[in-house]
């Protein structure tokens, strides 16, 4: 399994990136850690005609507090964002991506890109409410997660442009729970759901819920969300509103799971999330 | 054929220039041109982890690595970590643990678990098991390779 | 070390670390990908991604055309072979629809995957670009992929025989029927074991070398003079002028027990192409073409008294061979038959087999070949009989096990088990698992709403193959003897080569085969070098499979050792002068008995040999060759228990416990024994949780990666532990059995009656694998006994 043909450049500044990928033409990708693009090109899935190498541009790696909100390069990888333990429910979810090797290739940016419906990341930058920024020839601008994910395997990202940083509010005081369900954990998720939730005296002031492979894009479960805003976080209340975790989803079926099965499993892990978020997470 | 790139490469502690394909992938490039044969190939997919390798000092599959992307990268594989004379210490544990069956696996298994004792010294044995679970073996069942690590991360702990 | 130094007394039964190791943990070991010859030309296979279909045409010229391609060949290009490629077993009286099988297909494809053409080039990267500018034009047939639909009638996968069928085969003793009369109960399943892939994690490789009339093949494989004799045969040259290495291999499984169109093609290519030819096979194509196993359908009928006395077993067996019959296709549920009385005393025992062809993968071969089968039909089916008579499922085991007392025990069909002690090794089980303990902290768990199951497995299996009278051309069948031959030479100085005509490759045999020969010998098994897989090194041999390599192999080690000790004594007698039969060996010496002091080390006796002095009439040279054919086959058994997690909600299993103790007879190397049992109980395991071969209603396979096909992680198996006793088998010196297969025979029945005790209190009574989360919420989900695929019909 060996990739197509292509021609490569490793610029050594953002304003080139962009400029290689605006003379390469439509075929033209870029390429972060390449977990994502690698494996699909070795398989002939993709085949670019350039591939332009982020590796040498400054300023796209690493975590740092600023204000509210933690920028992140688009650079950093899986690894670091499981090793700051700070980054609360993106860390979590960050630690049980695919294996060791693979996180410590696999960069955050590269995966917001690439906008696979099973990755991740993208259900946590949806209930962190992260931006990201995007720069293409015209200049820069700014993308709320939820406005990111288009289609399957269909991003917002232009093919002119470089997603360079994430900004994820630090959401103090909000408890975080995630649950990955697979066959093995080195697998994508069958469905993933990630929660946070803000509470004062036992009731739920707010909270965010975020569906992994429950359809095309990363989704919000927002009948569940509105069911438990406001109410006393009882076992029971929990329960159910997570009942309410798979409505309006229309999840790919595959051979281990129905799409049946993929919604009762959305309902469970939703219950066992905001559990986990409610548990001190 | 696309137009072809220097790379510069260490690997083992030896330096390496070649001129490379673009889409040349790094365990080709070990393997065909270097001659390094210790790290295996087991799948297309990236979850058999036959390939690990460490890069800069972490453990990385070799078969989802462009050479390219290796430019000016510290490599070091099997044959850098020790030798028949001079065993690194998760060798000897494999070893003497009977670690390994066919072999095919265990280049790979023996450069995963080195670099998460690197990074985890004192492993238990839930965080050795998922600590590999990017390795896949059809010999052992695993467990003489979870008590290699075991074994390995103890007795560099009495050195310690 | 020196090669005269003296040796504790007794290598067998220490667990010496792997003699092999050394290469393999250095990276220095060499895999057929990992051998290159100057001039070497890469092959690159265009392959079906119909599951039926007429080739109307192959365009090549594109492919030809790019630069770095040497060739394009089709099915036409080799018309020139001497045959299609073999299927090996001709049963006595019975009719095998075999149809021909060729290295690239004729104007048909029969599954996803068959190959059309090859692109021969300078290098992996070229080829694998031109394999893409092949055109080939299909027009798509009729597919059949559910072997009970294909059984049923047309469309038919092969239209010259009019059938799917492929053949009837029956092994019977006693009378079911009069069984059935006689019992108080009878329990009707419907047993399914589903299609799994061998999947070693080096996947096939060959490279084959023609020059001046001579092939060299280096390939992959657990068979290298079964893959040189039809080399030969196919291609019309002489025997002697092929030589066939298995280098390194990087595990089997039962799929490298094959002779494989690969194989041939890359032989034939590099005689037409005067240049070495290698192709290193991709995952995909080994999860897509590689041989399949399993597949079975049975429908089991067991009766029993009311006290639990077993008094009949009845099996039919629908085995799906997929497109074509490989080397053993249909032999192998046959081997499950052999021991479909398991370790029970069961008077009346029938097992009938219908082959069916599919348009899928064949099937052959794989880890246990039919006696996992065998025994996920007895031991699921014993535990629901329990379940019927309301008997403890151990009691019902242990009242029909046949006695110690019986052995050597002839069972209803005439197959006579070695030797045996069942409730020894269930009373050693026992040791380690307290039922009732476990009993009372299920009911507490349950409270708490965990789901917790314990499942038990008490085996036997037939292996060490094989007496050649019972498996031959007038027995079961095989066109090929089946003993194994051992050479052993010691050198002028002493050292020791052992040429076993097995072919290990990840069992530990060099180490193993070095201890028995190390104690024979009175030296260290360091200096005890153990050389197989190479046809033109040591005599003509019978490889590796179906957990023979020790009993039979290692048997042929032994007796070949026992003829140069022989010698030697003879030799030493002579020196000594003393007589040869009051020579020993010990303390490191060929000494006379009563005078330890006076002896001569090994090094001595082969100076004296190698220089001619010997006695007169004898031969100089220190060097013996045997060939071995057992008088039976070996049976080891076992008693295994498995504890499980089901979480009720999402029907996910956890596998937490798992404990087994075995009896391979005399343990050789103890540490390889525990590796053996716990590799063979993951693939059990995996069979029974996690891995299943599938293919669309169209013949798409959808499992062609190690991303769909789920081989387990270290992260989702538990420690195990392993225990055994050693009842000895009398029919080889050694007293050793088999075990390479013995945990993966065990283990898909434990792991499913664990499941099934531990979500009976949900009403699901019965499940078939693979027991997949979805699965197992779908069992829930109906709960009350309706599970998926055959609900009890008791």
């Known amino acids: ?281 | 054929m696309s137009s072809t790139v220097n790379v510069r490469l260490n690997v083992n502690g030896t330096e390496h220039e070649l001129d490379v394909e673009p889409r040349l992938l790094l365990v080709h490039a070990l393997r065909d041109r270097l001659g390094l044969t210790g790290t295996h190939v087991g799948c297309d997919t990236s979850n058999c982890g036959a390939c690990t390798i460490h890069m800069n000092g972490e453990a990385v599959k070799s078969c989802t690595v462009l050479a390219v992307q290796a430019d000016g990268a510290e490599v070091t594989t099997i044959e850098g970590i020790g030798t028949e004379d001079n065993l690194h210490p998760m060798q000897e544990a494999f070893w003497n643990n009977h670690g390994l069956q066919c072999g095919y696996c265990t280049p790979g298994m023996i450069m995963s678990a080195s670099a998460l004792l690197a990074r985890n010294p004192n492993p238990s044995e839930e965080e050795v098991r998922h600590g590999l679970e990017g390795n896949l073996c059809r010999c052992t069942g695993y467990h003489n390779i979870v008590k290699s690590v075991l074994d390995a991360a103890s007795k560099s702990g009495a050195q310690a | 070390m020196s090669v005269t130094g003296a040796a504790p007394a007794g290598h067998v039964g220490r667990e010496l670390r792997r003699k092999e190791d050394p290469r393999l943990i250095t990276g220095r070991a060499r895999y057929v990908d990992d051998i290159s010859l100057s001039g070497q030309l890469w092959a690159a296979f265009v392959r079906s991604p119909e599951a039926h279909a007429k080739v109307v045409s192959i365009d090549t010229s594109a492919a030809a055309a790019r630069d770095g391609v040497h060739a394009v060949f089709t099915g036409e290009d080799m018309s020139d072979l001497g045959g299609a490629l073999p299927m090996a077993w001709v049963p006595p009286g019975v009719e095998v629809n075999n149809p021909e099988h060729w290295p690239l297909a004729r104007g048909v494809v029969k599954h996803v995957g068959d190959p059309v053409a090859v692109v021969v080039g300078d290098d992996r990267y070229a080829v694998s670009d031109a394999v893409e500018d092949v055109i080939v034009e299909y027009e798509p047939l009729p597919a059949v992929i559910d072997p009970e639909v294909a059984i049923a009638g047309a469309p038919y996968v092969h239209d010259q025989f009019g059938t799917n069928e492929v053949h009837q085969w029956s092994l019977a003793g006693g009378d079911v029927e009069a069984g059935f009369a006689e019992a108080d109960v009878i329990v009707e399943r419907r047993v399914v074991n589903h299609r799994i892939a061998g999947a070693p994690i080096e996947c096939r490789g060959v490279l084959a070398d023609y020059r001046a009339g001579s092939l060299t093949l280096y390939t992959s494989t657990q068979v290298p003079h079964f893959v040189r004799l039809f080399m030969a045969l196919l291609l019309g040259l002489g025997e002697d002028h092929v030589r066939v290495v298995a280098p390194e291999v990087g595990g089997g499984f039962g799929q490298k027990l094959q002779v494989y169109g690969e194989e041939l093609f890359a032989c034939w290519a590099s005689r037409k192409l005067g240049r070495p030819v290698k192709w290193i096979e991709t995952r995909t194509e080994n999860m897509t073409v590689a041989h399949q196993g399993r597949d079975q359908i049975s429908h089991v009928k067991m009766g029993a008294k009311r006290d639990g006395t077993i008094t009949a077993f009845h099996v039919k067996i629908l085995a799906d061979f997929g497109a074509y019959n490989m080397i053993l296709t249909p032999l192998i549920p046959s081997l499950g038959a052999f021991v479909m009385g398991g370790c029970y005393k069961i008077p009346n025992v029938q097992t009938d087999i219908t082959g069916v062809f599919t348009n899928k993968c064949p099937t052959d071969a794989i880890r246990g070949a039919g006696r996992p089968e065998a025994t996920q039909m007895i031991e699921v089916t014993l535990d629901q009989l329990a379940h019927e008579l309301g008997m403890d499922p151990l009691e019902i085991r242990r009242r029909n096990f046949i006695p110690k007392e019986d052995f050597p025990a002839e069972t209803a069909t005439g197959v006579i088990y070695d030797s045996g002690d069942y409730h020894k090794t269930l009373d050693k089980l026992m040791e380690h698992v307290d039922v009732a303990a476990f009993r009372a902290e299920q009911k507490e768990l349950r409270r708490q709403g965990v789901y917790r199951g314990i499942g038990f497995c008490t085996w036997t299996e037939i292996c060490g193959l094989a007496p050649s009278r019972i498996t031959g051309p007038n027995g079961v069948g095989v066109q090929a003897g089946l003993w194994e031959s051992a050479m052993i030479r010691v050198h002028n100085t002493g050292a020791v080569t052992v040429y076993t005509g097995t072919s290990p490759h990840g069992q530990g045999l060099e180490t193993a085969m070095a201890q028995i020969v190390a104690d024979k010998l009175g030296v260290d098994p360091s200096v005890v070098e153990v050389v197989h897989g190479d046809t033109s090194i040591g005599p003509e041999g019978r490889n590796t499979y179906g957990s023979r390599s020790l009993a039979t192999g290692g048997e042929a080690v032994a007796r070949a050792t026992d003829k140069v000790v022989d010698k030697a004594k003879a030799i030493v007698a002579a020196e000594l002068e003393a007589a040869p039969e009051d020579i020993e060996v010990a303390n490191g010496k060929f000494s006379v008995r009563g005078s330890p002091d006076k002896g001569m080390a090994l090094a001595d006796v082969a100076g004296v040999a190698y220089i001619g002095a010997v006695p007169e009439g004898m031969e100089p040279g220190l060097e013996e060759t045997t060939f071995y054919d057992p008088e039976n086959f070996v049976f080891p058994f076992g008693a295994h228990a498995c504890v499980v997690d089901v979480d009720p909600e999402t029907g996910k299993v956890n596998v937490v416990r798992y404990v087994a103790v075995d009896d391979c007879g005399r343990a050789i190397n103890p540490m390889l024994i525990d590796g053996q049992v716990h590799g063979g109980v993951v693939f059990g395991i995996g069979q029974a949780l996690y891995e299943r071969v599938y293919y669309d209603d169209s013949g798409q396979l959808t499992t062609g990666s190690f991303v769909t096909y789920a081989i387990p992680t270290a992260a989702e198996m538990p420690s195990f532990e392993t225990d055994r006793t050693e009842t000895v088998s009398p029919v080889n010196s050694l007293g050793a059995k088999g075990v390479g297969e013995a945990g993966t025979i065990a283990a898909s029945a434990a792991v499913t009656n664990a499941v099934i005790d531990a979500v009976r209190p949900l009403g699901v009574d019965y499940m078939n694998m693979p027991l997949s989360p979805m699965r197992v919420w779908e069992a829930i989900n109906q709960g009350q006994g309706a599970s998926p695929e055959g609900g009890p019909q008791s």
């Open chain 1, 1 to 281: 399994m060996i990739p197509a043909e292509f021609e490569y450049t490793a610029p050594e500044s953002l304003q080139d990136a962009i400029g290689a990928l605006a003379s390469g033409g439509e075929d033209a990708k870029l390429i972060a850690g390449g977990h994502s693009l690698i494996p699909m090109m070795k398989l002939r899935v993709a085949a670019p005609s350039l591939l332009v190498d982020l590796r040498k541009v400054p300023g796209l790696h690493g975590v740092e507090r600023q204000n509210g909100h933690w920028r992140v390069g688009a650079l950093t990888t899986h690894t670091t964002l499981e090793q700051t333990p700070e980054l609360g429910v993106v860390s979590a979810v960050a630690s049980t991506i695919a294996d060791m090797q693979v996180r410590n290739r696999g960069t955050i940016g590269g995966s917001l890109a690439h906008g696979d419906a099973a990755s991740d990341l993208p259900a946590a930058m949806l209930i962190t409410e992260a931006e990201v920024t995007l720069q293409g020839p015209d200049g820069q601008r700014s993308v709320a997660a939820a406005d990111l994910f288009k289609g399957y395997m269909t991003t917002e990202v232009g093919p002119q442009e470089v997603l360079t940083e994430i900004r994820i509010p630090a959401l103090e005081g909000w408890g975080y729970g995630h649950e990955k369900f697979n066959r093995r954990s080195e697998d994508w998720a069958m469905v993933g759901v990630c929660a946070v939730v803000k509470s004062s005296g036992g009731t739920c002031e707010d909270v965010r819920i975020g569906l992994t492979h429950m359809g095309s894009v990363p989704l919000r479960a927002t009948a569940a969300e509105e069911a438990l805003r406001g109410q006393e976080l009882s076992a029971e209340n929990i329960a159910k509103a997570a009942e309410q975790a798979a409505e309006g989803t229309n999840p790919p079926a595959d051979l281990n799971a129905s799409a049946d099965y993929k919604r009762h499993l959305a309902r469970v892990l939703t219950r066992r999330a905001i559990q986990g978020a409610v548990g001190g997470g």
